[in-house]
Structures are given as structure tokens and as C-alpha cells.
């Protein structure tokens, strides 16, 4: 069955440094996306980066990349050169298969990120 | 607007009542999803609509809840005969038929 965990609940970094959040999935499907998205306080879900499981490189977007690692099934965020305002609830997601009609996300717990001044 | 537009933003009713609540994808995006999120959760599923295609109502949590989407674009989500554990944030999203899902603000519902 599909699943997405997030295993560490609360994270805490210093500012100005870098922080991996974990994400492992899993799945049958040999085709398929991961998500990141960043939930503040404020509630709003804010969609971050994007890797497709054919994608040979790692996604990059400004201070967000994706360690993709396939074998392992994970895809783990970094987050690079942390700000306060970087402090949220992160979410890993996966969507299976390119085309058809079944685009849900299934969705991880979640990752609590404090960002310490 | 250019965002996912949900209504209204917060929504306190007594148990055993029915709530509709509305969303506005972005303009051109043909895919829309509704989702739920309990307090500390991730989101779950509850139906996804896609064009004309049937919706995928897979995560419909009972029959009290249904969903449609008129013309293509807005969608309402309707509770019928609310109970306590209908409790949650319902987030709307949207997205073109690949692509990142793009989410309304939600709604925080609150039932008595």
C-alpha cells in the first residue's frame, strides 16, 4: 500500500544553517512524484519542490533541494542557509503515476521545523 | 483573484446540522481536490475531481459527505448531519492535469 512516513516529528536548527528533513515512501508503481509542501502557523500549504521518480537529477528550487535516493525510497528535503521564517510543519507527499485520473497525494505526518535565532 | 479561494474561512455549527463549504480553483486549472486535516495530522484525501471525468470519491469518509463541482470550476463540499469528528480544517486545492497542487487558505470547522 501506498505510504509516506516522516519519522522525525520535531526538528530544530540553528539559523543560517542546514537542515534535512527525512521522508520515506512507499510504493508498487514505478512511476511517480514526491512533493514538499510547508505549512506555517498561519495554515496555508505552500507548495516547495517537485521530483518525478524519472527525473535523474536531484530537484532544486533556491534554498530547497530534494536528495532523492530511489533504491532507498527517500526523499529527503534540505534546506539550505535556514531563516525564522522557515519555521513550519513540512509535509512530504507522493502521487503515483504520470497520466489517468487517480492524482491524489497521499500525504506523511508532518515535520514540526523550529528555526533558533 | 489568483489563488484558490475557499468560503468561509471559519464555520461553527451545532451537531446534526449540514454545512456547505465553497471553493474557487484557479482560473484554467481543471483538476480540484478536497482534503481534510485534523489538528496535528497530515491531510486526508477525501475526492478529487478531474473535467468532465467521474470524481474519484474514494475518500469520502461516510455518505453524509458528497461533493460537486458545476461548469468545470467552483466546488462545494456538503456535510450533512454533522457530527463532533467532522471537526477539522478542509483544504481545497487545485492544479492543471500535471503539476504542483495549489491550496485554498481553508475552512476551519468547528462542530458543537
Known amino acids: 500500500a501506498q505510504k509516506i512516513t516522516q519519522t522525525q516529528p520535531g526538528m530544530f536548527v540553528q539559523e543560517k544553517e542546514a537542515v534535512t528533513l527525512d521522508c520515506t515512501y512507499d510504493?508498487?508503481?514505478?512511476?511517480?512524484?514526491l512533493f514538499w509542501y510547508k505549512q506555517p502557523s498561519s495554515g496555508e500549504m505552500i507548495f516547495l519542490i517537485y521530483?518525478?521518480?524519472?527525473d535523474e537529477q536531484n530537484a532544486t528550487e533556491g534554498r530547497y533541494s530534494l536528495n532523492f535516493q530511489k533504491a532507498r525510497k527517500s526523499a529527503n528535503l534540505v534546506i539550505s542557509a535556514s531563516q525564522l521564517g522557515d519555521s513550519a510543519m513540512y509535509f512530504c507527499?507522493?502521487?503515483?503515476?504520470?497520466?489517468?485520473?487517480?492524482?491524489?497525494?497521499?500525504w506523511g505526518l508532518g515535520t514540526s521545523l523550529a528555526v533558533n535565532p | 483573484g489568483a489563488g484558490v479561494s475557499q468560503s468561509p474561512s471559519n464555520k461553527v455549527t451545532e451537531k446534526g446540522k449540514d454545512v456547505e463549504l465553497r471553493c474557487d480553483p484557479i482560473?484554467?486549472?481543471?483538476?480540484l481536490y478536497w482534503y481534510r486535516q485534523s489538528l496535528g495530522q497530515g491531510l486526508e484525501f477525501l475526492i478529487y475531481?478531474?473535467?468532465?471525468?467521474?470524481?474519484?470519491k474514494s475518500g469520502l469518509p461516510s455518505d453524509r459527505f458528497s461533493a460537486e463541482r458545476t461548469g468545470g470550476s467552483v466546488s462545494t463540499l456538503t456535510i450533512q448531519r454533522t457530527q463532533q469528528e467532522d471537526s477539522a480544517v478542509y483544504l481545497c486545492?487545485?492544479?492543471?492535469?500535471?503539476?504542483?497542487?495549489?491550496f485554498g487558505d481553508g475552512t476551519r470547522l468547528s462542530i458543537l
Open positions: 486545492a487545485s492544479s492543471l492535469v500535471t503539476g504542483a497542487q495549489h
Open positions: 482560473s484554467g486549472h481543471t483538476a
Open positions: 475531481f478531474q473535467g468532465n471525468s467521474a470524481p474519484d
Open positions: 510504493t508498487s508503481d514505478q512511476s511517480y512524484g
Open positions: 521530483q518525478g521518480s524519472y
Open positions: 507527499a507522493m502521487r503515483e503515476g504520470r497520466g489517468g485520473n487517480n492524482r491524489k497525494l497521499i
